[in-house]
């Protein structure tokens, strides 16, 4: 059987499943050091978080910076869940959890509700209506006032009171449906939810930031986007006045290391296909199509705001998966692992593989993480020269090949899918009228 | 000429002003178009012609004036709800989506009538594979009507000019539009291309039932084509008629030529 004969998505998923699980009998032969267990395991974390920034830069054409506290964010917030189940901080083996779906659901009601009655027509129609009785300036400042009255309303009747009871639900229900399972299942059922919460938390700040931020363009969203990373970074700093188990500046110890290669694989995996899945979609051409020109995806009616923010929570949301696994793996959290400097690494894991290339940015993460590892077999007098040699390697494929490793072009499932084209059949029976395409020569001159 | 039928009007703009800080690029600019109509834009460089579809399709806000689109004022409307009501256009400097294939860049256009979400699309549901293929048909019955098929997969950056050029307005017609505005769509071209041109706007007006109001600086394709002119200068209407009276109107020839220029 010819190689060509068979689906693209079945090459990939064989590739995919043999990789992975030769990696698993490495880790469980122990083929692998310890050590170098965990440089894989952070090579494919940092692919997905750098998969989440290349959707918010490299596809979207978002120069933002704050991708590290994102992060930080998935991972605080889903240690937060895991350490409950173990130590009971909060009093609950079930509290953190229930108070992070709490935030989210409410959050999420009072977003819904306020789209829902579609609050930007109703203001702008409201301004319109007291133009006709007060001047412009006024008539703005009223209507604004009323749209922040109404949101406020809203987000507080309806985001807190579902998000009240949620919390309550869970509070009740979560500790005996948990008890219901076997110890190692429940277990990991906690590890799942508390990942996908603090995906979900990363996605939800990110959708409120970017309301704002989004509004600016290069090198303002990126000052802007960082100023939002130093504060996350002061939070986490700080956050022991807030929840005294985060324990602030002298790092959160206690979470459980439960973050497997099984379990980064399928997060990949998964990463991957929604990554792939949404470019490939209405919606990504949508995306790309605001990347590539603004002005011009606005007069095909595209409303790229919309747009804009959708990728950016997207790509946060991919961050805060990441930094879910990230808290399991090395079970210590410190605010310095989330400061802006963070954010520069998937960015060069991006820049290093191809903007705008899935497989250049998983690529580009596992180079970047072995190559700075791996460095580490230099004879202990030049390990220090591995910050020096890395970045020498970084600019000469800057300059050899500007558009990173991949360019934008991609590998197996991850390719554009070929569209067929017409068929020569339609064509012949009833076809449409061509439009004129070939002016005779004699015509030209008049 | 089909002159169509209807007398209502499509395009009704009045007393429209916009300023760039003390500078007045349009001021007090009217114009009234029935449907069916193909009307000319022209003026000197500078004289405000893109300001007023830019205006029109709402990507500058406006200083002062009204602009209504079949009954209804669209002043101040963001672009992309211009666009879902009916108006869709070209620009002077061609934009298209340089890293889109031909056609997904017309496929873009489509999106606002998108019959799957983006949860669809990630989950890849049934309703996405039968909306996916809904759209890349209507595209590339579009991309064989503009004669494009052969580069549907090729990226629009690499087309020839006058291909995207084509490339362009065919993505404009896939909003579905009822009035075209078209951007000096003959900019760059030669003489041939230009008679390709003049056929192709005659067709597609015809083909898609549009008006069209364009902007060009080519008086053959102004004169050739356009039912009536109006004519700008300073931002300000300085003439307006068929194209023979545009054609010896002394300030049209001041503007055009100077004021010491001789005519004959």
């Not at chain 1, 918010?56 to 937060?80: C, Q, R, V």
């Not at chain 1, 409950?84 to 909060?90: A, K």
């Not at chain 1, 700080?238 to 110890?253: C, E, F, S």
Request: glycine residues 10%.
């Amino acid at each position: 059987m010819k190689l060509r004969s068979i689906p693209i998505w079945v090459q990939t998923l064989v590739f995919f499943l043999v990789v992975a699980v030769v990696v698993y009998v490495a880790f469980s032969q122990g083929v692998l050091t310890e050590y170098w267990q965990q440089v894989i395991l952070a090579g494919a974390i940092l692919g997905i978080s750098a998969l989440g920034l290349n959707l918010k830069y490299g596809y979207t054409g978002l120069f933002a910076l704050g991708h590290a506290a994102f992060y930080g964010i998935g991972a605080y917030s889903s240690a937060l869940v895991t350490k409950d189940w173990l130590t009971q901080w909060s009093g609950s083996p079930v509290g953190g959890l229930a108070g992070l779906l709490g935030i989210e659901s409410g959050f999420i009601a009072a977003v819904a509700v306020l789209m829902l009655i579609d609050i930007g027509h109703r203001r702008r129609a409201l301004r319109e209506r007291l133009m006709e009785l007060i001047s412009p300036f006024e008539a703005t400042i009223l209507s604004t006032v009323a749209t922040i009255l109404v949101g406020g309303a809203v987000l507080t009747v309806v985001g807190g009171g579902i998000g009240w009871l949620v919390r309550r639900i869970v509070l009740a229900v979560g500790p005996s449906v948990l008890a219901a399972l076997p110890a190692i299942v429940s277990q990991q059922v906690v590890f799942l939810v508390a990942l996908l919460a603090g995906a979900v938390l990363a996605a939800l700040i990110g959708f409120l930031i970017s309301l704002p931020l989004l509004n600016l363009t290069y090198d303002y969203l990126c000052i802007a986007t960082l100023g939002f990373g130093v504060m996350t970074y002061v939070f986490f700093n700080n956050a022991d006045q807030l929840i005294p188990t985060m324990k602030g500046a002298r790092g959160m110890v206690g979470i459980p290391r439960l973050t497997t290669w099984p379990w980064v694989v399928a997060a990949l995996a998964v990463a991957l296909i929604v990554m792939r899945n949404l470019i490939y979609s209405s919606t990504g051409r949508a995306i790309l199509a605001t990347r590539d020109d603004l002005v011009a995806a606005d007069t095909m009616g595209i409303n790229t705001y919309q747009y804009k923010i959708l990728a950016y929570s997207i790509g946060c949301a991919f961050a805060g998966l990441a930094g879910g696994l990230y808290a399991h793996l090395y079970a210590f959290l410190h605010p310095s692992n989330f400061t802006w400097l963070k954010s520069v690494d998937p960015f060069v894991m991006v820049v290093f593989g191809g903007v705008g290339s899935m497989t250049g940015t998983i690529l580009g993460a596992f180079s970047f993480v072995t190559l700075l590892e791996g460095l580490r077999v230099l004879p202990a007098e030049l390990i220090d020269w591995r910050y020096v040699i890395y970045p020498v390697i970084l600019l000469f494929v800057m300059l050899f090949r500007p558009q990173g490793i991949m360019g934008t072009n991609e590998w197996g499932f991850l390719r554009r899918p070929r569209v067929e084209g017409k068929k020569a059949s339609e064509d012949a029976a009833g076809a449409p009228e061509r439009a004129p395409s070939e002016a005779p020569a004699s015509a030209s001159d008049s | 000429m089909p002159q169509s039928n209807g007398n209502s009007t499509v395009l009704k703009i009045d007393g429209l002003t916009k300023f760039f800080g003390g500078l007045r690029a349009v001021h007090d600019f009217d114009v009234v178009i029935k449907e069916g109509e193909l009307v000319g834009l022209i003026g000197p460089n500078g004289a405000g012609k893109t300001t007023i579809f830019n205006m029109i399709t709402g990507i500058y806000p406006v200083s002062s004036g009204k602009v209504d689109f079949k009954d209804r004022t669209i002043t101040d409307l963001p672009a992309h709800e211009v666009t879902h009501l009916g108006i869709g256009r070209t620009f002077q400097n061609i934009r298209i989506f340089p890293n889109l294939t031909v056609l997904d860049n017309v496929r873009v256009a489509y999106h606002p009538h998108a019959r799957y979400n983006v949860f669809d699309g990630i989950l890849r549901s049934g309703r996405f594979g039968r909306g996916e293929k809904e759209m890349t048909e209507r595209a590339q019955e579009f991309l064989s009507v503009f004669g494009l098929d052969e580069y549907q997969d090729s990226l629009a950056a690499n087309l020839p000019y006058g291909e995207q050029r084509r490339m362009e307005i065919a993505r404009a017609l896939a909003t579905e539009p009822d009035l075209l505005l078209l951007d000096e769509p003959a900019a760059g071209m030669n003489p041939g291309e230009i008679v390709e041109l003049m056929d192709l706007i005659h067709f597609i007006r015809d083909r898609f039932d549009l008006t069209i109001l364009l902007i060009e600086h080519q008086m053959r394709v102004v004169m050739g084509i356009c039912e009536w002119i109006t004519v700008i200068d300073f931002g300000e209407i300085i003439a307006r008629g068929t194209p023979k009276e545009i054609q010896n109107d002394p300030k049209v020839i001041e503007a055009y030529l100077g004021s010491q220029a001789t005519r004959g």
